[in-house]
């Protein structure tokens, strides 16, 4: 089943607008994870972000976290045409160690 | 170094075979997971190896196995092919999934049935 549930489902910018990703969970997690996926090719990691952790920065993407809301944002700043891929979402869920929950993802275009 | 290496990229197989994948991780790394992926489930787990030994398993049929060896790289393992394995196949591996860390993706196998 799927953990995550990521809003929007597709996202399209121009170049040099900031994109913004939202990803929900439903249970306890020890940290999410943030991927990129480019047509065809395999999820490249962006950045981690640990359940006591508020925000974190890795040049120019920002994600927050909310484990109130078990929900987190990636804002991807200044956005490039090579951005366009689709984004997802993971947790590595407490007692379930081992395996990441994926969310559905969002296909993201920025237009030059 | 090198990175998480699948082979092969594409397979084409045919009801009722069986078919076995591989995936070499990268150096060092002794956790390797692997994942299928699917236009209408999306990314599901289905299960993730470290030291020869099978730590967690997703919720698939029995008809997927998998194994690890010594030098840590990974086979998975379909039979009795149905039409609906029709997938992207995706290894990862990670130093150690004891505290799940990021995780270094193959580009995948392509398996389609027909």
């Known amino acids: 089943s799927q953990q995550g549930e990521e809003d929007p489902q597709a996202l399209s910018i121009q170049e040099g607008e900031n994109a913004t990703m939202n990803c929900s969970y439903k249970t306890s997690i020890n940290n999410l994870q943030w991927y990129r996926q480019n047509s065809g090719r395999g999820l490249v990691h962006l950045i981690l972000?640990?359940?006591?952790?508020r925000e974190k920065h890795s040049g120019r993407l920002r994600v927050t976290l909310d484990t109130s809301k078990k929900s987190s944002s990636l804002l991807i700043t200044a956005s490039r045409a090579a951005d366009t891929a689709s984004y997802f979402c993971a947790t590595d869920v407490q007692n379930q160690g081992g395996k990441l929950i994926f969310g559905q993802g969002t296909e993201l275009s920025v237009k030059p | 170094k090198a990175g998480v290496t699948q082979t092969p990229r594409y397979l084409i197989k045919t009801r009722g075979q069986q078919v076995t994948l591989s995936c070499s991780p990268i150096?060092?790394?002794?956790?390797v997971s692997w994942y299928q992926q699917t236009p209408g489930q999306g990314l599901q787990f289905l299960f993730e190896y470290f030291s020869e030994t099978q730590r967690n398993k997703g919720n698939f049929p029995g008809r997927f196995s998998g194994r690890q060896f010594s030098n840590s790289r990974s086979e998975m393992n379909v039979s009795t092919l149905e039409l609906g394995d029709s997938a992207l196949y995706l290894c990862a591996s990670s130093l150690d999934g004891a505290d799940f860390g990021p995780q270094h993706f193959g580009d995948g196998t392509r398996l389609s049935i027909l």
């Open positions: 150096s060092g790394h002794r956790s």
């Open positions: 972000i640990r359940s006591n952790e």
